[in-house]
């Protein structure tokens, strides 16, 4: 017990600052929307520079970042509905596997010219073809990044994404021709975040965006199999020989997936496990 009374100052500081950019992102959101993730980084950032964390939030504030990051990417799996995503066939599947080996890859290439660290440029990738700022944190400890590393990819791939919700959305009333369909696989396809492609989906109309949601999860579920593939490439890569090795808790993530898939569980609570995990993640970023 007196053990656990350490983590309370730290884990009501970090929950505050979670809250204020909470509060901030719905003011600004109809000028931009940064995400209450970038905010609450830019804030922590802003804090520990200019006023420094005191010893007594120490405690919870790493307890913030090391538990409650895997908690809520775990609960971050009852947003999947895999029948749903395997009605849209092979087509959507082939597609979003070459985004994301495109993607990937040409986040590399552009590490090297650029001489970016190997595992900043992969945060990067990851985070730009599977599904944002999630994307980042949960695939960092698979390939031993460093906090920094993470923070940097988080703030870009938020940033980028917040843009592209705005271009997307000014697309969608342009009056190109796209159908629906396209304009929801285009942007369930290819912007970051999950939030991203589901408010850029919905800008044409429900059929686009249920299209948009279905496309963005067939990206998320590709987590898994890249978890597995980098941990792998790092662990060979790495000279120190420390070991970058696999996190369950992604694991635990598709297990979710498939238990929500079943439809065994209430709807209600299911909505609350997704926002307990966006609460758990934004209160891991902020510590982090």
């Known amino acids: 017990m007196e053990k656990a ?4 100052p730290g884990i009501i500081f970090v929950l505050l600052i979670s809250v204020i950019s909470i509060m901030l992102n719905g003011a600004l959101m109809k000028y931009i929307n940064l995400e209450a993730l970038t905010l609450a980084i830019i804030i922590g950032i802003l804090y520990n520079n200019l006023v420094s964390t005191q010893d007594i939030f120490k405690a919870g ?3 913030s970042l090391k538990k ?7 609960l971050l799996g009852f947003k999947l509905n895999i029948s749903s995503v395997l009605k849209l066939g092979p087509k959507i599947l082939i597609m979003v596997i070459i985004y994301v080996i495109t993607a990937l890859l040409l986040s590399y290439l552009l590490g090297r010219l650029f001489k970016i ?3 900043l440029s992969a945060l990067i990738g990851i985070g730009s073809c599977i599904c944002g ?14 906090d920094e590393d993470s923070v940097i990819a988080v703030s870009i791939v938020s940033f980028l994404g917040a843009v592209g919700v705005i271009v997307y959305s000014a697309v969608a009333f342009s009056g190109l021709m796209l159908t629906p369909v396209q304009y929801g696989a285009w942007s369930g396809i290819s912007l970051h975040g999950v939030a991203h492609a589901i408010a850029a989906a919905f800008a044409m109309g429900d059929v686009s965006g249920e299209i948009g949601t279905f496309v963005k999860m067939t990206r998320v579920i590709m987590l898994v199999p890249v978890s597995f593939i980098l941990s792998i490439v790092f662990n060979k890569g790495n000279e120190k020989g420390e070991k970058a090795g ?10 979710a997936g498939i238990i929500n898939t079943t439809g065994v569980i209430p709807e209600g609570i299911t909505a609350l496990l997704v926002k307990t995990s966006s609460l758990f993640i934004l209160m891991a970023m902020t510590a982090m």
């Open 5 to 8: 009374k350490k983590y309370i």
């Open 61 to 63: 504030v790493n307890f």
């Open 68 to 74: 409650l990051l895997k908690i809520g990417i775990v």
């Open 117 to 119: 660290n190997n595992r």
């Open 133 to 146: 700022a999630s994307a980042v944190v949960a695939m960092a400890p698979c390939i031993n990044a460093k």
């Open 246 to 255: 696999f996190p369950m808790y992604v694991l635990y993530f598709i297990l």
